[in-house]
């Protein structure tokens, strides 16, 4: 019965676009809540390296180090100085 079926789709041409059209949706749906994961991960690293660069900033750490602790830029780190951490550029 499931065989007459499949046969039966297979051969009428609207059935099959519509087929592909879902199987096409289905896929696309998989691939934005991958990338809607990678770039939720994404966020929460960078947050996690702002506030590890803010605990380096109150100890006093040079710019250059927590830039290779962190992976932050320099401008970043030098921002979180204006937020009222050390100022030794």
């Given amino acids: 019965m499931a065989g007459d079926l499949l046969m039966s789709i297979s051969q009428d041409e609207r059935e099959r676009a519509v087929f592909r059209s879902r199987r096409m ?44 602790d962190t992976d932050l830029s320099r401008e970043e780190i030098i921002c979180l100085m204006g937020e009222g951490g050390p100022t030794n550029v």
């Fill in 25 to 68: 949706y289905q896929t696309d749906m998989q691939s934005n809540y991958a990338t809607v994961w990678d770039q939720g991960m994404k966020r929460g690293e960078h947050k996690r390296n702002i506030e590890i660069a803010r605990r380096l900033l109150k100890r006093g750490r040079p710019i250059d180090e927590i830039m290779e």
